[in-house]
């Protein structure tokens, strides 16, 4: 591809929660045209996007990739919104099965091409970060054979995500082989501790597994956090719920981010939302301003 990434906003220093950078995530906005996805979060006062690569929004194996990139740089550019490039696809790779193939399948060229393109389209879009996970271990692949393909796949991934520039978040996700923050730790020492090996946090499941509160598991990252997720959940249930419906206490977790100095996107992660899209999309940045507001006074 030869789209030149257009120029994105860029933080400054974070002088308390007021300061965080909210984003939304694409996924829920699946009924919409993605130029009219981005147009809305831009009206509503997001900073910027989790750009999930799919069929409907920037198919990375659809024709004219590089004409489609280069039309969607312009745009992001235009609204004045930050991306990240997310690859939570569910039937991208393959129509009849979710997230397959993986890392962590007998063949898993498909998922290291799908990588490898989202890397390239991160470079042109000046994403902040490209997010990817492990997914869940297929039957019949013993635990230490998952574990060699998937340090193998991501030593591929880190490769091309350095020669490209673009930082790499790696999202521990519940019921996948790396599903907390402990696995994560295992899997950056196996690799051999890449500096472009950051990890995506999602706010939601650290409530949901964890054995630390939520804010301890920011400050516990800090030094390697390259991209947030945020949404409410509850103990033991993998569920993305709109903000206040859970059991998250939201402003010790802002906090806890300006503390750490973060300053990248923090992206509501509502996939299962898209009905209400743009309604769901103001409650939540209304809700997260509150909680920003009350975490300054902590």
Same mark, same amino acid.
């Given at each position: 591809?030869?789209?030149?990434? +257009?120029?994105?906003?860029?933080?400054?220093?974070?002088?308390?929660?007021?300061?965080? #950078? &909210?984003?939304?995530?694409?996924? !829920? &906005?699946?009924?919409?045209?993605?130029?009219? +996805?981005?147009?809305?979060? %831009?009206? =509503?006062?997001?900073?910027? /996007?989790?750009?999930?690569?799919?069929?409907?929004?920037?198919?990375? &194996?659809?024709? !004219?990739?590089?004409?489609? *990139?280069?039309?969607?740089?312009?745009?992001?550019?235009?609204?004045?919104?930050? *991306? @990240? *490039?997310?690859?939570?696809?569910?039937? =991208?790779?393959?129509?009849?099965?979710?997230?397959?193939?993986?890392?962590?399948?007998?063949?898993?060229?498909?998922? @290291?091409?799908?990588?490898?393109?989202?890397?390239?389209?991160?470079?042109?879009?000046?994403?902040?970060?490209?997010?990817?996970? %492990?997914?869940?271990?297929?039957?019949?692949?013993?635990?230490? /054979?998952?574990?060699?393909?998937?340090?193998? !796949?991501?030593?591929?991934?880190? +490769?091309?995500?350095?020669?490209?520039?673009?930082?790499?978040?790696?999202?521990?996700?519940?019921?996948? &082989?790396?599903?907390?923050?402990?696995?994560?730790?295992?899997?950056?020492?196996?690799?051999?501790?890449?500096?472009?090996?950051?990890?995506?946090?999602?706010?939601?499941?650290?409530?949901?597994?964890? $054995?630390?509160?939520?804010?301890?598991?920011?400050? %516990? @990252? %800090?030094?390697?956090?390259?991209?947030?997720?945020?949404?409410?959940?509850?103990?033991? *249930?993998?569920?993305?719920?709109?903000? !206040?419906?859970?059991?998250?206490?939201?402003?010790?977790?802002?906090?806890?981010?300006?503390?750490?100095?973060? #300053?990248?996107? /923090?992206?509501?992660?509502?996939?299962?939302?898209?009905?209400?899209? $743009?309604?769901?999309?103001?409650?939540?940045?209304?809700?997260?301003?509150?909680?920003?507001?009350?975490?300054?006074?902590?």
């Amino acid at each position: 591809m030869t789209a030149a990434p +257009a120029t994105r906003p860029t933080a400054g220093p974070l002088s308390g929660p007021g300061a965080l #950078r &909210f984003g939304y995530g694409t996924n !829920g &906005f699946a009924n919409h045209r993605l130029g009219d +996805a981005l147009a809305v979060l %831009a009206d =509503l006062g997001y900073v910027g /996007v989790a750009l999930t690569l799919d069929h409907d929004h920037l198919d990375p &194996f659809a024709p !004219g990739l590089a004409r489609r *990139v280069a039309a969607i740089s312009r745009r992001l550019g235009a609204l004045g919104l930050a *991306v @990240v *490039v997310e690859t939570g696809a569910r039937y =991208l790779l393959d129509p009849r099965h979710k997230h397959a193939p993986t890392l962590l399948h007998d063949d898993p060229a498909r998922r @290291v091409e799908f990588l490898r393109r989202a890397v390239r389209i991160g470079a042109d879009l000046g994403a902040e970060a490209v997010s990817f996970w %492990a997914g869940v271990r297929p039957p019949g692949v013993p635990p230490d /054979v998952a574990a060699d393909r998937l340090v193998a !796949g991501c030593a591929t991934v880190c +490769a091309a995500a350095a020669e490209a520039g673009v930082p790499l978040g790696f999202e521990p996700e519940p019921g996948m &082989f790396v599903e907390d923050i402990a696995g994560w730790w295992r899997l950056r020492e196996a690799l051999g501790t890449p500096p472009g090996f950051g990890i995506t946090l999602d706010i939601g499941h650290c409530r949901c597994l964890e $054995p630390m509160p939520v804010p301890q598991c920011v400050s %516990a @990252v %800090a030094a390697h956090l390259v991209n947030v997720q945020i949404d409410d959940m509850r103990r033991g *249930v993998h569920e993305h719920l709109e903000f !206040g419906t859970g059991e998250i206490d939201f402003p010790p977790v802002l906090r806890a981010l300006a503390d750490a100095g973060y #300053r990248g996107l /923090v992206a509501v992660e509502l996939p299962r939302h898209s009905h209400a899209a $743009p309604a769901v999309a103001a409650r939540s940045l209304d809700f997260l301003r509150a909680a920003a507001s009350r975490g300054e006074g902590r």
